[in-house]
T-cell receptor, first 115, second 113 residues
Framework: DTEVTQTPKHLVMGMTNKKSLKCEQHMGHRAMYWYKQKAKKPPELMFVYSYEKLSINESVPSRFSPECPNSSLLNLHLHALQPEDSALYLC??????????????FGEGSRLTVL | GQQVMQIPQYQHVQEGEDFTTYCNSSTTLSNIQWYKQRPGGHPVFLIQLVKSGEVKKQKRLTFQFGEAKKNSSLHITATQTTDVGTYFCAGRNYGGSQGNLIFGKGTKLSVKP
């Protein structure tokens, strides 16, 4: 199983809503990531979890709240988002987050629209 | 901060023509990775280069890492319509974690049949 699964694939929410994005991998990877990607732009790192602990937070606004319940799951809780937060949110995993690690395995993404 | 510059931003080719995208870093990289993202899709890992001067081939794709480990290129020979997508390089500094992978802005390739 070499997949990173993300749900939902599409999400439309209002600025006062609370929603969550979910990500799951069963490859035994110990690092998991959230990236944000706007149209025609590269992925932009938001958070890194290493061994279920938050290791990097790239100064992301608190309206985005990550959670790593276990080594296979990663959530991104959304609250009071702004229309400019509309983007493709990509989850990724890798074996570890340090050293000359290998590839990032990306999920298909959750396309978020904030009205 | 450290940047990875990637050119060109767009490339339109006739099927069968060659294609090259280039990445340059302001600092020496410990390694560089390449990803392909099809329209409407997600980034998919192509390759990682680690050694100075390294050259790797995957069928029609040739990847190079410069001697100074500051630049890299991806060359596609005889493009096909299946090569359409955006190609991103992503470099990592010495001592940086995987989380510090710096993505280039990507080169969007379109192939006319």
């Amino acid at each position: 199983d070499t997949e990173v699964t993300q749900t939902p694939k599409h999400l439309v929410m209002g600025m006062t809503n609370k929603k969550s994005l979910k990500c799951e991998q069963h490859m035994g990877h110990r690092a998991m990531y959230w990236y944000k990607q706007k149209a025609k732009k590269p992925p932009e790192l938001m958070f890194v979890y290493s061994y279920e602990k938050l290791s990097i937070n790239e100064s992301v606004p608190s309206r985005f709240s990550p959670e790593c319940p276990n080594s296979s799951l990663l959530n991104l809780h959304l609250h009071a988002l702004q229309p400019e937060d509309s983007a493709l949110y990509l989850c990724a995993s890798s074996w570890t987050s340090g050293g000359a690690t290998g590839e990032l395995f990306f999920g298909e993404g959750s396309r978020l629209t904030v009205l | 901060g450290q940047q990875v510059m990637q050119i060109p931003q767009y490339q339109h080719v006739q099927e069968g023509e060659d294609f090259t995208t280039y990445c340059n870093s302001s600092t020496t990289l410990s390694n560089i990775q390449w990803y392909k993202q099809r329209p409407g899709g997600h980034p998919v890992f192509l390759i990682q280069l680690v050694k100075s001067g390294e050259v790797k081939k995957q069928k029609r794709l040739t990847f190079q890492f410069g001697e100074a480990k500051k630049n890299s290129s991806l060359h596609i020979t005889a493009t096909q319509t299946t090569d359409v997508g955006t190609y991103f390089c992503a470099g990592r500094n010495y001592g940086g974690s995987q989380g510090n992978l710096i993505f280039g802005k990507g080169t969007k390739l379109s192939v006319k049949p």
